[in-house]
């Protein structure tokens, strides 16, 4: 794809801002109900969450270093990445798609699905060499992880919640 036009994306940021608010408005009506989804999971799916979690914050941080490079050919390659990883994507058993589904709430799922969704537009933002937009959505990035830490993770990030 090609890079947007100004218009397109001054429509997209909005739209996004929108589906923010409404992401902590809905996060704060389910917030009694949200619970750790690690103690849930088969020890197989944890290790699966945590090796996917570990290789994408350290694709994380190189892009951090060559987004301040201007090098936006690896920072494609990065949040490419961080997008194939995709742990609901990978290759579980049917059984293992059955164990995830059991343990964590569907919104885990969109949350899941929703960061991945940012990494691709920030690797198609690298593609087309538009280093404001890679800005604004590694920036999304960031917040998507912390979001779902601070809903999903809390054992792991107490900090998140104090
Ligand atoms: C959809 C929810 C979700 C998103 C999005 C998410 N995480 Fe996580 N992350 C978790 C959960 C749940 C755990 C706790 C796993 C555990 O303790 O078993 C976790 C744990 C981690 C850990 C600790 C892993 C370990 O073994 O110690 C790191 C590091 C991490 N996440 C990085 C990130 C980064 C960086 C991002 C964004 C670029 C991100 N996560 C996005 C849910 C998420």
């Known amino acids: 794809m090609t890079g947007l036009t100004k218009k397109t994306w001054s429509t997209r940021a909005a739209s996004s801002a929108l589906a923010a608010v409404f ?13 750790p989804v ?6 197989k799916l944890r290790e699966l969450l945590r090796k996917e979690m570990l290789s994408i914050e350290d694709a994380s941080h190189q ?12 920072v494609a390659e990065l949040a490419q990445k961080i997008h194939d990883s995709f742990i609901l994507q990978q290759s579980m058993t049917p059984e293992d798609k059955q164990d995830l589904m059991a343990a964590v709430p569907e919104d885990f799922v969109s949350r899941d699905r929703a960061f991945h969704e ?6 198609e933002a690298a593609r087309d060499g538009d280093r404001a937009r890679q800005h604004v959505e590694f ?4 917040e998507a992880c912390t979001a779902c830490h601070a809903l999903y993770a809390t054992d ?4 998140l919640v104090e």
Do not use: C, E
């Open 23 to 35: 992401a902590i408005t809905s996060g704060w009506a389910a917030a009694q109900d949200v619970n």
């Open 63 to 74: 892009i951090i270093s060559y987004l301040i490079a201007g090098d936006d050919a690896r």
């Open 38 to 43: 690690s103690p849930d999971l088969t020890p």
């Open 139 to 142: 920036s999304r990035m960031i």
């Open 118 to 123: 940012i990494s691709a537009t920030l690797a």
């Open 156 to 159: 792991r990030y107490p900090k």
